[in-house]
């Protein structure tokens, strides 16, 4: 089992920064894939970012690339999501999961998941 503890969430103006982290207890995330998603009121879960266990490849789709970037830290079984130039459709919870495939397609492909954090965005 792994437990994802996700923090950094909080209120922004548009244009400012936040930096996400997600910690991982019960087993190391070294060979797992780590994914980002979030979710507003009354949307589908939407995915933001993807790193490999490797941390060679990242993966973002049109609506963050450029803005945000994931990494990893393997030693600290940490995941961190930068955002910058926050705009407020950006408001929402934001949630890490962990994926024990290397190329996971969309949520039901992740096997273990955080609570989420909140990041609103105001303008």
């Known amino acids: 089992q792994v437990q994802l503890v996700e923090s950094g969430g909080g209120l922004v103006q548009a244009g400012g920064s936040l930096r996400l982290s997600c910690a991982a207890s019960?087993?190391?995330?070294?060979?797992?894939?780590m994914g980002w998603f979030r979710q507003a009121p009354g949307k589908e879960r939407e995915f933001v970012a993807r790193?490999?266990?490797?941390?060679?490849?990242?993966y973002y789709p049109d609506s963050v690339k450029g803005r945000f970037t994931i990494s990893r830290d393997n030693a600290k079984n940490t995941v961190y999501l930068q955002m910058n130039s926050l705009k407020p459709e950006d408001t929402a919870v934001y949630y890490c999961a962990a994926s024990a495939l290397p190329r996971p397609l969309g949520p039901r492909d992740y096997d273990y998941w955080g609570q989420g954090t909140q990041v609103t965005v105001s303008s």
């Open positions: 019960g087993r190391t995330l070294s060979s797992y894939t």
């Open positions: 790193i490999s266990w490797s941390t060679v490849r990242t």
